[in-house]
């Protein structure tokens, strides 16, 4: 199992979208090197308006790319970095994943999922809609998160667009991604 990243992305000011890079730095414990929401307790500023002593869960945000496509064959164009996460990957279920996987970003980077992002309405004022697209009932009764995981910095390390990915499941029983 596993894919290759195709887009690495931050931003050191608060803004929906973060620009692409050549190259991140992903810091054990903290997240992405000079982005915003790196840090050991929480960034967002909804979250820190209520607490900000949370531990920060929400260090490392990865989309994978295939919603991008999704989304355009609804009438969306969405490209690498503009829903705000710092990795886009191809060829990965990351909501698929158990809470607690690692994936091994390149040669040096690790990652731990925590779990799901829950969009904003700020989604929306990006591009009218979009919430609707990303968020909406499941084949069952609950709700469906589509907008990417997010994850904690176990190793740190240098990542890349062209970088592959593999993933260690943790032991079972395996634990669904709730919003983080």
Same mark, same amino acid.
């Given at each position: ?11 050191? *000011?608060?803004? +929906? *979208? ?22 050991? *307790?929480?960034?967002?500023? =909804?979250?820190?308006?209520?607490? @900000? ?14 919603? =991008?496509?999704? %989304?355009?064959?609804?009438? +969306?164009?969405?490209?690498? /970095?503009?829903?705000? &996460? ?8 990351? #909501? /698929?994943?158990? $809470?607690?996987?690692? #994936? ?9 999922? $925590? ?9 929306? /004022? +990006? ?8 968020? /909406?009932?499941? *084949? ?27 993933? &260690? %499941? @943790?032991?079972? @029983?395996?634990? @669904?991604?709730?919003?983080?």
């Amino acid at each position: 199992m596993g894919g290759k990243i195709t887009a690495v992305s931050s931003n050191g *000011t608060y803004s +929906f *979208t973060k620009p692409n890079r050549e190259s991140v730095r992903l810091l054990a414990g903290l997240g992405v090197e000079g982005d915003v929401h790196a840090g050991v *307790t929480v960034k967002h500023r =909804f979250r820190m308006e209520r607490d @900000p002593s949370v531990i920060n869960l929400r260090q490392v945000h990865l989309i994978h790319e295939e919603l =991008f496509d999704e %989304l355009r064959d609804a009438g +969306f164009a969405v490209a690498a /970095g503009e829903l705000g &996460e710092n990795v886009t990957t191809r060829g990965i279920d990351l #909501l /698929g994943l158990p $809470t607690g996987a690692l #994936l091994r970003l390149g040669d040096e980077a690790v990652v731990e999922i $925590t779990g799901l992002r829950n969009p904003c309405a700020q989604i929306d /004022g +990006f591009r009218k809609g979009l919430l609707k697209q990303v968020v /909406g009932r499941g *084949t069952g009764t609950g709700v469906t998160h589509k907008s990417g995981v997010m994850s904690v910095v176990r190793e740190g390390g240098v990542v890349r667009p062209g970088d592959p990915i593999a993933i &260690e %499941l @943790p032991d079972g @029983p395996h634990q @669904p991604l709730r919003i983080v």
